[in-house]
């Protein structure tokens, strides 16, 4: 077959093209990882997409399985990160915060008045942290610590907390103060491992399966158990 060659004056065509196809791929992605920034109303992040940082004032935060985010933070709303996602920090101040399967948290996870959820085979960075609120761990990895003031703790089957757990003793200026239902539950599940120590500046209940390991504690008495539930207060 013949072969066609394509003339000197059809290159530079050639590369204009590919220049303008270049520079709309660059823009698209560019508008794909724009922050948003809200007062009042929720965020989504769309499934599998790239954004920039979310931010809201009176509202909640949701992030789509698979979604990239840099920061994800609002004041009065929850966050909900799915499946697979991948974001730098989650914050809140009156909500409570999940992550998802597989997540991949760079930073930290904080709430000051709600819960903290993170669910099977997902790694955060840095410290997970609240005060006044629950933190539930399966399966989780935690580069930093386990903080809180007036919650329960859950390190639960498989996990693994490096930086250790500190429960604060409660202090006046931090306002809104609730107070729990009775002494925080500490409980550091089968085959799970607190690298750190564990401190405990208040009263605590802590209960340590017989499968898990833990670093030095500090203000409580440790409480074996072998079942696959701690036992009931």
């Not at 920034?37 to 499934?47: E, H, L, Q, R, W």
């Not at 405990?200 to 072998?226: C, D, K, M, N, W």
Request: no cysteine.
């Amino acid at each position: 077959m013949p072969t066609t060659r394509r003339r000197p004056a059809d290159r530079p065509r050639m590369l204009s093209l590919a220049l303008a196809l270049g520079l709309t791929a660059a823009t698209a992605s560019a508008a794909a990882q724009q922050d948003i920034d809200k007062v009042n109303g929720a965020i989504s992040a769309v499934a599998g997409a790239e954004h920039g940082d979310l931010s809201t004032v009176n509202g909640s935060i949701t992030i789509a399985d698979g979604a990239r985010v840099r920061d994800a933070t609002t004041v009065n709303g929850s966050v909900r990160a799915g499946h697979d996602v991948r974001v730098a920090d989650l914050s809140t101040v009156n909500g409570s915060i999940r992550v998802g399967e597989r997540a991949l948290v760079g930073g930290s996870i904080e709430t000051v008045n709600g819960s903290i959820f993170v669910d099977a085979g997902s790694r955060v960075g840095a410290d997970v942290e609240t005060v006044n609120g629950a933190i539930g761990l399966v399966r989780t990895e935690v580069g930093g610590g386990v903080n809180t003031v007036n919650g329960d703790v859950t390190v639960g089957i498989g996990s693994r907390v490096r930086g250790g757990i500190k429960v604060s003793k409660p202090n006046r200026s931090w306002v809104p103060l609730q107070t729990t239902r009775g002494k925080p539950r500490i409980i550091i599940g089968p085959q799970a491992v607190v690298d750190g120590p564990l401190v405990f500046e208040r009263e605590v209940v802590l209960y340590v399966h017989e499968t898990a390991r833990i670093g030095p504690v500090t203000g409580a008495q440790a409480v074996s158990y072998s079942a696959a539930t701690a036992p009931k207060d």
